[in-house]
């Protein structure tokens, strides 16, 4: 899923093109009819890790009747008011906070409450810069603005959302970004993500996630427990289900994984179990006091 720009997240965009339709309209259909597959959404699972996490649930709220599950960790962000240290909608500045710091991007836990920060917002878009000035990095940021930001013509290039030198950020481009804000989908139809989020959605993130991902997590687990609360108060119960976002204490973001994959293997097999999709699990051995099934003759 990568392109000059970077990861493409099949999102569709001006600069990737149709890249998520040409997925469930072309590619999935070609699977299922060239290889013996389970053509329903309850079969299809869509899962991933960092962007890979954003990208599953994109999918799963974008094309919801496509797939039937998702199982996302450590996402990238899930609420631009929280995207990484930087509130989009607020913020002036990608490189500095609001106290005149630089603003970090990249950490290593050195005890229970402190952390290192090994690299800033500023070092990295200057990377990036650095291996392509016109934007065809093929990281992070390059990769966001390919997939969210209008395009430019002129430049042959996504807008960037930041000036790469200054670090100041561009409103145009934050307003397009927004339409792919999570946390703003949720807003603007909170019945249809939150049925979402609570019946089709696992979500993991842990606590001292290296790119500061768990900010944007929480944020977006406390409002959409603000509407079910309130949903209960209205005497609307809201829908109920499998689905959880979860902060798993201490953990970062490269050690989430392994946690993360041996809780997903196990909750993709109880989905699909659910609906009638996986084998039935093996029934325990009989007892010494307990006579074996046994057969009946035809």
Known sequence: TETAWGHHGFCDSETNGPVGRALVEEFVPFLEERFRLIATPEARIVTGHSSGGWTALHLALTYDSVFGACFASAPDPVDFSAF???????????????????????????????????????????TEHALDPNGRSGQQWAAWDAMWSPYEPARGAPRRLCDPLTGAIDPVTVERWSQHDIARQFERDPARIGRLFATRIRLLCGTRDSFYLDAAVARLKARI??????????GEPPPEGPGSIELLEGLTHDTLHPAAQLRF??????????????????????????????????
């Open 84 to 126: 990484q240290r930087t509130d989009l909608y607020r913020d002036a500045s990608l490189f500095l906070a609001g106290d005149g710091s630089q603003t970090p991007s990249y950490r290593a836990p050195l005890g229970p409450g402190e952390d290192r920060v090994l690299m800033t917002v500023r070092d990295e878009i200057a």
């Open 225 to 234: 427990e603000a509407w079910r609360s309130k949903e209960r108060a209205r």
């Open 265 to 298: 293997h196990r909750g993709m097999v109880e989905h699909l179990r659910a609906h009638g999709l996986g084998e039935a699990p093996p029934r325990p051995a009989a007892a010494d006091n307990e006579p074996a099934d046994i057969p009946s003759e035809k």
